[in-house]
């Protein structure tokens, strides 16, 4: 069993380190499960905190912050991977249970740690090597071809600490900020993939169809559940090689193994250890949503189906744009919620209340059906009419009196 | 535009009075639309309080903490029908929306006010008449024949407040408890429907399928969607009722209508104001929840598609039963979600954190899929499940073990 559990409800308490919307959306599978998510926030204005009643102020950084956050919990987990290992060990010789544990965990948080896992495993990843000299880079360089990826091994997301570089010239000053770097080939890339499943402290494993994420300047922008034209081969053994990694690493809770598809095969680039942008579709697309699984998996509860709930859901990110600019004259968010919820009655939104700035994930749009084409249309001009507050040519409506009359018809049909 | 919004997100706050399982799923779905419910509970162990970050606590019957509560919010709305008149006048005489207003919603809390509005309207109902004196009920039955069924015109919910009276000598008692009662004709009823829709203030009505209500000792237990074997012109009637009424009491939100379905057709037995037992499988079965649509309704934003997600969606409520008893030594709550987990890994459960007792509404469970039969099953047999400890015999596993391979069975399926 589970303990300890609230004494209120007689059921488990968990803890979610880190206040944004990926604990904001973990709150909300939680409350069905009888349960409300205690979230560490750094500022009450984060995502998480505007909608939960268990939130504690504080810096993931700082034990004494971290342990008060653990006492009383049934368990410890996370929205993102920046709590320093030292202080989860120290969670843990404390007596209280952090899932993913420290040990698997670090392979989220240190891309060379991953690298050699994945090297001991014999599982396909891109080349790479440790740099911490120039010459280290040139020598890979001479073997791989330039342009080669530098990337910090720890704190880089969303593209950011990833770097081409296309000769010698760019890697020195990179080296002298960082210190140890890891290089990479550059892989011949089809798409990107995503392969996730969740794991439990028992052992059972839980997979979803492998999905196509769409990236746009190195962020994530559109997930096509499940990959279109995605070899079934291929996509079984994108699977398998999934739940080896979670098996191998110990993983508790959910897992994305990121991959790219080659000519080849598909290669492993980085891991997540917890709900993932590429699972979103999976709230209104799966039975049982990424943020429900990542709960069942960290308390050792049973997993839940992972059956698809239409042939295709399509989830497209809401990014901020020229909507967000401070010289933004045209409707403001409400009023395109309003347009939104108009023109696309079956596209389901989730906001994530965070202030609205260029670039930021601020929320994202889901959509489901048959046609992948259509499908994707929908979810995609609905994303860009939200943060740009134009609607794609073509999916256009000629003005708002229209716009009202072709949802007043689609309503008027779920009459009969 | 709706105003006030939340200087924060720069979208509308939704207050909800009272703290029950309807603002706790209220607030799940406010997350979604980058909200957060505003809950006026009575109790801080309230469902909704336990999950909410925006608790005041106070009384529904307070004018002052109505005040209170409506202060800075966009809409005030409800989770129950117990708020007085002359408050929610007061509240639109200081200039807050509400919603239902009370012109409409005293249709939901007042019998005798309603049987008077339909029989103006000419709408199917029982026959009726409104008693104060024992010679007025027995008048009554002269025409229609005993039994018949006294109401108390306020107050009442899942079956109090109702009585079945079989002679003159039962009623004279309750006259005096009461004053006024309504007395109506025992219908000869097939089953029990009810007719889901929602109207925003702009007029504009989105309609769920007519699903059948299941009542065991006059409180739900089963919600059977769409309503199985039910004509399609009858069902049709049913919704175009339920339409008329929603736009002749100028309801905004949700609008449950309890109908008595007879050998001739249907009946009106009552109407809620607020999302209701009856659509709480819209939270899978539909592509919009009724607590989604809820809100969306109050604040006048455009409604969502009510297309069912699956052909059969089946809710079964789980009611404290011999778990709830003071010497029950079974396996405890988070034990028997454990099981439930195991052995029905497709059912979603909605737990409300409430403490547990004896025939009290403390969750559902809902399924979904093609043959009603199965899923119904499988949804009874989980909430039994639930809330006595007991599998019933035709959903029996024959131990745990068993239970566990079942379910590494299903996921083994779900990885290939």
Chains 1, 2 share one sequence.
Request: glycine share 8%.
């Amino acid at each position: 069993m589970t303990t300890p559990l609230d004494p209120r409800t007689a059921l488990p308490v968990v803890a979610m380190v880190g206040g944004g919307q990926l604990s904001r959306m973990t709150h909300q599978a939680a409350i069905a499960l009888g349960q409300s998510l205690r979230v560490l926030a750094t500022d009450p204005a984060e995502s998480a905190a505007l909608v939960a009643a268990d939130v504690q102020l504080g810096d993931h950084r700082d034990l004494a912050d971290l342990r008060r956050l653990a006492e009383g919990t049934t368990v410890v987990t996370f929205d993102h991977e920046h709590v320093p290992t030292e202080h989860l060990q120290a969670l843990l010789d404390a007596g209280h249970r952090v899932a993913p544990g420290p040990a698997a965990l670090v392979h989220a948080q240190d891309k060379l740690v991953l690298r050699r896992a994945l090297a001991a495993a014999g599982e396909p990843q891109p080349a790479w090597a440790e740099a911490r000299t120039v010459h280290d880079v040139t020598a890979f360089a001479d073997e791989v071809g330039w342009p080669v990826v530098l990337k910090t091994p720890r704190g880089g997301y969303d593209g950011k600490g990833v770097v081409v570089a296309h000769g010698p010239d760019e890697v020195a000053d990179l080296l002298e900020q960082h210190g140890a770097l890891l290089v990479e080939e550059r892989v011949e890339m089809v798409r990107e993939l995503a392969a996730q499943v969740a794991r439990s402290p028992f052992g059972q494993v839980a997979v979803w169809p492998v999905v196509e994420t769409v990236q746009r300047a190195g962020v994530c922008n559109e997930v096509l559940a499940p990959a279109p034209g995605l070899d079934e081969e291929l996509a079984t053994a994108a699977q398998e090689l999934a739940v080896r990694i979670a098996d191998r690493l110990g993983v508790v809770g959910m897992l994305a193994v990121e991959l790219f598809q080659t000519p080849d095969g598909v290669l492993v680039n980085e891991l997540a250890m917890r709900p993932h942008n590429s699972g979103h579709w999976t709230i209104e697309g799966s039975r049982t949503s990424q943020f429900e699984q990542h709960l069942r998996a960290v308390l050792d509860y049973p997993l839940g189906s992972t059956a698809m709930t239409a042939p295709v859901a399509v989830m497209a990110n809401v990014l901020g744009g020229d909507t967000a600019a401070a010289d933004w004259t045209g409707p403001g968010l409400d009023e395109r919620v309003h347009h939104l919820m108009a023109h696309w009655p079956d596209v389901k939104l989730h906001w994530y209340g965070k202030g609205q700035r260029r670039g930021r994930k601020l929320g994202h749009v889901t959509a489901l059906g048959e046609d992948l084409a259509v499908v994707r249309g929908r979810a995609v001009a609905a994303a860009r009419y939200l943060a740009d507050g134009v609607v794609d040519p073509a999916f256009a409506f000629p003005d708002d009196h229209a716009a009202d009359e072709h949802a007043a018809d689609e309503h008027a049909a779920d009459e009969h």
